[in-house]
């Protein structure tokens, strides 16, 4: 089902824009310093420059002079945020997913994803690919002092461009996919989310990730225990859905409606403790459709799972307040890495795809299916 | 100019702290600068520093010496080096402070004087202390400048007659200064006429007392006359009792009141020395020492002999004590300082019979006599004699000398002195020809350590009579006597020749060597057989031997003595066999050992001559094969390898950790040729495989190595099919994370990894690693509930693949029910309805477990697991298994 259209959010400053906050942008450098292009009709797709002729299409945000993905305004992007607490993995999780999507998984769904604009390649190339790929290192932990406003914290803005088939024949879709990598001490307390966070209440969806070490029945590396500013998962849990429910003033008697996928990362160091039958340990059913029943039963397993591993408030907290929610679990290296060296057996996710596969579901671009 | 230790310790040492900031006299620099003189008076001074420091001595003042030491070391170094600029700069410098410190200190002194011209010693001690100087230094300054030193004058505190006290008061009625006013005039408010003496004041005795009260009988009946009759009645009172002294007392005692008076208004120095003449009528020499005396007048102060006596005894200086206290007056002394003076003169006894009896035993135990000394010098630290009789103290000498020659030189030994007192050294000298006679007759050999008991003469001369004499003194009294001259036994240093070295070849060995000048001639005997060899100089060549044979050689230099007589050295001996001419190495192959990982085997004909040795380059050899050369030259440019004969001829070895060429080089002696070579490659193992089922594939992940190693081969073969391979690259590997190798989960697996790599167009393995994945069968199942309530039942059907192998089984299969809010993840976490055991499932044939639905209130979930036999169970929809 696709969510009712609505509003269109910048996907780099998440203020809510419209044609009349936008101005077009020379494609010609010499000419950016001065008169901006003007169309006519204020939603007029293409503007003529008027120092060099030139017909742009290059649509900046008036708030924060972004580049807007081409065609944005008119299909506004699907905007997912990711939360979780400090070492639970969201910058891994971000570089090895557009990885992912970029080859293995990409091709298997018959997916492109493009990047925004050369922010986001240079951003990702930087910060994520050649440190992952490249160098065989772990992603260093997100400064907390990088805000929006600086190169490093902005987010990473992908269209990501598929075929599917529709009443009439085939048609493209596209989502636009907006990934902040805030640093995790950003949700340690209700003030840091107010401030920090305010773009989870534009999101369009949450991909919400807990790390398996604080929740308080898994034998972890690090144990049980672990003091990290910021609070454990579950911490970070309420604090999201609290704010989360503020936001999109939900009443008393509701439940939130946004679909919000709860991820637990770090699946590789708890496999030793799961049984040989259980659906965390097979991959997802290959082929360019969503399981229904792979989900159900990976759902239903960690369900059962959170109550073995003493975290049933979990379940219970999400029951009570999310109409829409679904439990993964994720690798993102497949292995645990050596320090800050990633093992020399490479990088080998599982289930990365899992939240992203429900999602797109979720918003009419991927056909359910059956293996 | 020679340093003399006894003024130094003299001028800077005893004059303790605060040390002067004066180079020049620090280290008793000359006036007339030189870089030698610098050198070895700067070294003497720190000598003599490390030497008192270490008997305790002097220690606070040699600590601040050493301190500044550290910081003038540069420029004290550059002048010994010989650059004398910046100590003279240094020295200007200092002068330019000095004066400038000179000209504070003057004006110090004078307003010290406070302009009375008079300084008392405490007050200069205090202002020394207060400037860092000392109390000589500004005594010296006092010359010309018009300011006396003196002591104070003690003045009464109490009045001299109890009956004099009214006095005052009725000669402030009759407005008169002072007694002799009262005497002199006899007039209200008269003055007498001369300057008042007060430290001699004039002789008042009855008769004047009585022309006094005669002269005031005639004033008038009234208040005056009834003052002038109470004075007269006092006056006479002290005359009858104390006499005309007490009289003159009374009258100081009124001019030392007046003057205390006017101090309590804090008037300074020239406002009283005014008051006194001016006021009073004091003579003006007796008002400025009575204005000083009252100036420094103090009531708690401490008698000046007690304070000098009590300084002294605290440096230790009995001697200048007890000297001090017998230089005071009989009967001045408080009796604290004569308690003092009388305990310093008790131990000064005792340090003076301590002496006496190191004096007396100074011949026969000069170890104990020192020992008396440091003990006098721990209780009196100015007792006079004490380091003369230190200079007197020899040590005992040592009891052995001897001297061994073992041709590179002369090993000289002694036993240690028994003496410990002082910190014994050894002067050990070296004459030619005859003993030495004193402990500086002939060269002087230093030894290794202050305390060192041997030495090696490494240049002795060569063929000579040598003689080691061996003395002691006490380092801590370098102008000491020495103990008596201990002489080792004559020897002579004859060495042996030098670089001797025998190169063998075919049936001859060669040999060549140094000879000592001093040598007449070398003897050569060949073993065995004790065979004399013609030998030169500088070498000989011995021909006509037989190859393979060891041949012993002994090399002896032969010296004629002063006695004309020849003698032979003990010589070399050395060994060399004669062998054929090395052949080169034909054919060279280098392999993998089989079964033992990273170890090669090389094999070769064997050469018809020499030894084979293998070496590694790390690229094409320099030489061509067939090149000779000495076996050094070979090793200098190659690794040696530590080659071991394997049973099938060859020689195994460990891979070298990369690329690298194996060379064979025969040797024979010294001599080499270069065979044949071969490059060689090890790749390293690839270490544990780890792989993981992933429904019909299989994730294989292994630690890739970080070097050369860019393709690993894979092999695998499913149970019951042919093995197959594949080319897996390092970029296909990241890139995919992990290899994925198609195989049915149905059968057993043997995954073999290996790294590949080409050297020379061949293609080379590394050692294998394996992993053995058995077989899982994945088997699907349904659940389903059928029946009216009451009679309902459950019914699971599981369906094993259709290409799952035949026989497939299972030990045991359960249905469970499960009451949590997720379903079971183990057959313990609910209740067992039903179970199969040992049950076999065919492919594609359904196998059914039904039982009765259980009467059970409430939602539950149901689910089937299965144990043993590799079979895993699929899990349909959960909703299919979750009963509401």
Redesign the interface.
């Known amino acids: 089902m696709r969510p009712v259209a609505r509003k269109c959010v910048c996907p780099h400053c998440f203020r809510r824009i419209t044609h009349a906050d936008t101005r077009f942008e020379c494609a010609t450098p010499a000419c950016r310093g001065g008169e901006p292009p003007v169309a006519t009709d204020p939603r007029a797709d293409r503007a003529g420059c008027g120092s060099c002729g030139r017909v742009t299409s290059r649509r900046l945000c008036a708030h924060c002079g972004d580049l807007l993905p081409s065609g944005y305004l008119e299909q506004p992007g699907t905007l997912v945020a990711l939360v979780g607490p400090p070492n639970s993995g969201k910058s891994t999780y971000i570089g090895v997913l557009v990885h992912e999507l970029r080859?293995?998984v990409g091709k298997e769904l018959d997916a492109a994803l493009q990047p925004c604009d050369d922010n986001t390649v240079i951003q990702y190339e930087e910060g994520y690919g050649r440190v992952l790929?490249d160098e065989h290192r772990t992603v260093r932990k997100t400064d907390t002092r990088l805000n929006r406003h600086s190169v490093a914290g902005r987010p990473l803005v992908y269209q990501l461009k598929r075929r599917r088939r529709g009443l009439f024949g085939q048609k493209h879709a596209t989502l636009t996919l907006v990934f902040l990598d805030a640093a995790g001490e950003h949700y340690g307390s209700d003030d840091q989310v107010e401030r920090e966070a305010r773009y989870l209440a534009e999101a369009d969806a949450l991909v919400l990730l807990l790390d398996p070490q604080d929740l308080p029945g898994t034998a972890g590396p690090a144990g049980p225990g672990r003091a990290v500013s910021g609070g454990a998962s579950t911490d970070v849990l309420s604090r999201v859905l609290r704010h989360l429910t503020a936001v999109h003033d939900v009443k008393p008697n509701r439940k939130l409606r946004l679909p919000i996928a709860v991820a637990i990362t770090k699946l590789d160091l708890l496999l030793t403790g799961i049984?040989?039958?259980?659906?965390l340990r097979?991959?997802r059913?290959?082929g360019a459709r969503f399981d229904?029943?792979d989900r159900?039963?990976v759902?239903?397993?960690l369900?059962?799972?959170?109550?073995?591993w003493q975290a049933?408030g979990v379940?219970r907290e999400l029951d009570h307040y999310c109409a829409d929610y679904q439990l993964f679990g994720i690798s993102m290296l497949?292995?645990a890495p050596r320090g800050e060296a990633i093992?020399?057996?490479?990088?080998?996710?599982h289930r990365i795809e899992d939240p992203l596969i429900w999602l797109l579901h979720k918003f009419g671009m991927l056909d359910r299916g059956k293996g | 100019m020679a340093f003399d230790e006894q003024r130094y310790r003299r001028e800077v040492l005893d004059a303790g702290l605060p040390v002067r900031d004066n180079l020049r006299w620090r280290y008793q620099l000359p006036e007339r600068l030189t870089a030698e003189e610098v050198a070895t008076t700067v070294a003497a001074v720190r000598a003599c520093w490390a030497r008192l420091y270490s008997r305790l001595k002097y220690k606070p003042v040699i600590t601040e010496l050493r301190a500044a030491d550290v910081a003038l070391r540069p420029v004290l170094d550059a002048a010994a080096g010989g650059d004398l600029g910046p100590l003279r700069a240094e020295l200007a410098s200092q002068d330019s402070a000095e004066n400038t410190a000179r000209a504070r200190l003057r004006a110090a002194l004078e307003q010290a004087a406070d302009g009375l011209g008079l300084l008392a010693p405490a007050a200069l001690a205090e202002l020394a202390r207060a400037h860092d100087s000392t109390p000589d230094a500004l005594r010296a300054l006092l010359d010309g400048s018009g300011i006396t030193l003196a002591e104070p004058e003690t003045l009464p505190v109490e009045p001299p007659h109890p009956a004099y006290a009214p006095v005052a008061r009725q000669l402030e009625i009759l407005k008169l200064r002072h007694l002799a006013d009262f005497l002199e005039t006899a007039t209200t408010g008269g003055r007498c006429a001369g300057p008042v003496r007060y430290f001699a004041p004039p002789r008042t005795d009855t008769a004047v007392v009585d022309r006094a009260a005669h002269a005031w009988g005639r004033q008038p009946h009234g208040a005056v006359l009834t003052a002038a009759e109470t004075v007269v009645a006092a006056a006479r009172q002290v005359l009858r009792e104390q006499g005309p002294d007490g009289l003159a007392a009374a009258l100081r005692y009124e001019l030392l009141t007046a003057l205390r008076r006017r101090r309590t208004s804090r008037s300074t120095g020239p406002e009283l020395l005014g008051h006194a003449v001016d006021g009073l009528g004091l003579d003006r020499g007796d008002a400025r020492r009575l204005v000083f005396a009252v100036l420094h007048e103090h009531p708690d102060r401490e008698d000046p002999v007690l304070a000098e006596l009590r300084r002294l005894a605290a440096a230790g200086r009995l001697t200048a004590a007890v000297e001090t206290a017998r230089r005071a007056p009989a009967g001045t002394l408080p009796p604290e300082a004569e308690q003092l003076r009388d305990h310093l003169g008790a131990e000064l006894d005792r340090a003076l019979a301590k002496r006496r009896q190191a004096e007396r035993i100074r011949g026969t135990d000069p170890d104990r006599a020192w020992y008396l000394l440091d003990e006098i010098e721990a209780a009196v630290k100015d007792l006079p004699g004490v380091d003369d009789l230190r200079r007197a103290l020899p040590p005992h000498p040592v009891p052995s000398v001897t001297a061994h020659p073992d041709g590179a030189g002369v090993l000289v030994g002694w036993r240690p002195t028994p003496s410990t007192a002082g910190e014994p050294v050894y002067r050990i000298v070296r004459t030619v020809g005859r003993p030495p006679r004193t402990e500086r007759d002939g060269t002087e050999l230093p030894p290794p350590a202050p305390g060192a008991d041997s030495l090696r003469d490494p240049d002795p001369p060569v063929n000579a009579l040598l003689h080691y004499g061996v003395s002691v003194r006490r380092a801590a009294e370098p102008n000491g006597q020495p103990s008596r001259l201990a002489v080792s036994p004559p020897v002579f240093h004859r060495p042996e020749v030098s670089g001797a070295g025998l190169r063998a070849g075919s049936g001859v060995v060669t040999a060549r060597w140094s000879c000592p000048p001093e040598a007449e001639s070398v003897q050569v005997t060949r073993d065995p057989g004790g065979v004399p060899v013609p030998a030169g100089r500088d070498g000989f060549t011995d021909t006509g031997l037989s190859n393979a044979t060891a041949y012993g050689y002994r090399i002896r230099a032969v010296y004629r003595g002063p006695d004309g007589a020849r003698a032979a050295t003990a010589g070399l001996r050395l060994t060399a066999v004669p062998s054929a001419p090395p052949s080169p190495v034909g054919a060279l192959t280098v392999r993998a050992q089989p079964g033992q990982p990273g170890r090669l085997v090389a094999h070769f004909a064997r050469p018809r001559s020499g030894t084979v040795e293998l070496y590694l380059l790390d690229r094409e050899p320099p030489w061509p094969a067939g090149h000779r050369l000495p076996v050094a030259r070979v090793r200098a440019a190659a690794r040696s390898v530590d080659a071991r004969p394997e049973r099938d001829g060859g020689l195994g070895f460990t891979a070298p950790g990369g690329r690298a060429v194996v060379l064979a080089v025969t040797v024979a002696g010294e001599d080499a040729v270069i065979g044949d070579h071969q490059p060689v490659l090890a790749l390293p193992g690839l270490g544990r495989l780890?792989a993981t089922r992933?429904?019909g594939e299989v994730?294989l992940?292994?630690?890739?190595?970080?070097h050369e190693v860019d393709t690993i081969e894979l092999g695998w073969s499913p149970a019951g099919e042919p093995p197959r391979t594949q080319v897996v690259t390092r970029g296909d590997?990241?890139?995919?994370?992990?290899v994925r190798l198609p195989a049915p989960d149905g059968r057993a697996l043997r995954i073999e990894a290996r790294a590949v790599a080409t050297v020379d167009r061949r293609r080379v393995l590394g050692p294998p690693s394996t992993v053995e994945l058995p077989a899982?069968i994945d088997v699907d199942y349904t659940v389903t509930r059928t029946g009216l309530p009451g009679r309902r039942r459950i019914t699971a059907v599981l369906t094993a693949p259709p290409d799952a192998p035949a026989g497939l089984r299972a030990d045991r299969i359960v249905l469970v029910l499960g009451t949590?809010?997720?379903?079971?993840?183990?057959p313990e976490e609910g209740t067992a309805l039903g179970e199969l055991r040992d049950v076999e499932l065919p492919p594609g044939t359904p196998v059914e477990l039904s039982v009765a639905a259980p009467a059970h209130r409430g939602g539950y979930w149901l689910r089937c697991?299965?144990t043993g036999g590799g079979v895993?169970?699929?899990?349909?929809?959960?909703?299919t298994l979750k009963v509401k």
């Open positions: 080859h293995g790929f049984e040989d039958n259980s659906p097979r991959e059913p290959a229904a029943d159900e039963a759902h239903t397993e369900r059962a799972r959170l109550d073995q049933d379940s497949g292995t093992d020399p057996g490479g990088i080998r996710p | 780890t992933r429904s994730l992940a292994l630690d890739w190595p970080a590997y990241l890139h995919h994370g992990g899982r949590g809010p997720g379903w079971p993840l183990r697991f299965a895993v169970l699929r899990d349909p929809a959960a909703r």
